[in-house]
């Protein structure tokens, strides 16, 4: 018992502080933009409108901080309730994949499937998974390292289970560090030190438990990272 509320409070207690650091960012630029208007450094249209234009995207940065934080621990408290039914699952990828092609290349990371894709019922729901999707595709473009990532999904069928794995060719993470991807605003690795929410990837392993599923990180064979989500497959009764 002592132990369970030891891990619980320090659980809070990094998740009080993540919290703090990541308004806090926004919050200082914001506070940096609106003292530049008010002492006349942005003197002209131009740098006015500039300094308007970094207010608006810090806002939207906090707006994004809070909105996950609240998915999270509504999915956390049990509150989100999951609609599971049974959904073919690789072709929903497909059908979020091709949606989202475009904006994912705009924001410099090519998205590819595997040609392998085959019928696969499992039990989900398909807005939920779409919004595991989308953090896991977040995390990849927030921090790679080249100009234009790329992403790959492919997808292996046992009997039971399938594996659905989203590799990019990024720079990977100190395999120590691989178990506790999926904690609330970790980011003890240098690699993981820049402009995330820390929560894209603790919220995309909420609702993949809540499926019945099973998510983990490794490391590729040459670079980058992958995430690989295991799923029981739904048998016709």
Known sequence: MANRLQDSTEQRRILLAGISHDLRTPITSIKGYLEGIESGIASTPEMKESFFQGIKKKTDNMEQIIERLFMFSKLDMDEFPLTLSRVDILQAI???VEELTEEYKDKGLIITIDDNFKNCFVS??????????????????????????RMRISAKLTDDFILIRFADDGPGVNPEMLPYLFNAFYRTD?????NGTGLGLAICAKIIERSGGTIYAENCNLSGLAIVIKLPICHLQ
Do not use: Q, W
């Open 94 to 96: 497909t059908d979020m």
């Open 124 to 149: 989900a729901d398909t807005i939920f998974f779409c919004n595991a999707l989308i953090n896991i595709l977040e995390n990849s473009v927030t921090y790679k390292t080249k100009e234009i990532g």
């Open 190 to 194: 240098p690699s993981r030190h820049k």
